[in-house]
């Protein structure tokens, strides 16, 4: 069993920047792809970012990138969301988790959630 738990998350002024971090317990997760999604009031939840597990390839939604930008520490069991140039269309609960399949987008193929964290990006 792998526990996740996001932190970072705040509020910020449009243009401005936020580090995401998601800390993995319970079992490593070195060899599961990570990824971030993210589920705006009244909308579906969607993926944003992922990364394979040796850190070698990484995928971005066309919506932020360019302006985030995802890594991990497998010695930490931590990976991070980096992103800038935030927007206020960015506002969301942005979920951390992990997936046996190999560098996957779709969030039905993830096995472990973390329980969100609130980014506000306000104009």
């Known amino acids: 069993q792998v526990q996740l738990v996001e932190s970072g998350g705040g509020l910020v002024q449009a243009g401005g920047s936020l580090r995401l971090s998601c800390a993995a317990s319970?079992?490593?997760?070195?060899?599961?792809?990570m990824g971030w999604f993210r589920q705006a009031p009244g909308k579906e939840r969607e993926f944003v970012a992922a990364i394979s597990w040796s850190g070698g390839s990484t995928y971005y939604a066309d919506s932020v990138k360019g302006r985030f930008t995802i890594s991990r520490d497998n010695a930490k069991n931590t990976v991070y969301l980096q992103m800038n140039s935030l927007r206020p269309e960015d506002t969301a609960v942005y979920y951390c988790?992990?997936?046996?399949?190999?560098?996957?987008?779709?969030?039905?193929?993830?096995?472990?959630w973390g329980q969100g964290t609130q980014v506000t990006v306000s104009s």
């Open positions: 319970g079992r490593t997760v070195s060899y599961y792809t």
């Open positions: 988790a992990a997936s046996k399949y190999s560098s996957t987008v779709i969030a039905g193929e993830y096995d472990y």
